[in-house]
């Protein structure tokens, strides 16, 4: 008997665009591109994750655009920074 493998869960473009502007990077980055979280910290360690995160306190966030941007879904995105009320994006 063989033991069922788990297919990473992915969210859709549509998904991703009704997120928050700015989101929690671990889980969302899972999520996206479906990998396990101690993938995740590997990548963050190495500087390698597809997008750019930014911390905050102990809490290390995700811009929803810079997802969609990764992502080739970008379009009339806006700028998530002026969403989320910052006045200017900050960048990693």
Known sequence: MTAAVEEP???TPEEIRALPAVTPAESTICAVWGIKPSLYY???RANQLPVPT???GRKRLVY???ILSALGEDGAEQSDSAEAGTGEQVRA
Do not use: A
Request: hydrophobic share 40%; glycine share 0%; aromatic share 0%.
């Open 9 to 11: 869960v992915t969210l």
């Open 42 to 44: 590997k990548l963050l």
């Open 54 to 56: 930014h911390q905050l």
């Open 64 to 66: 929803r655009s810079d």
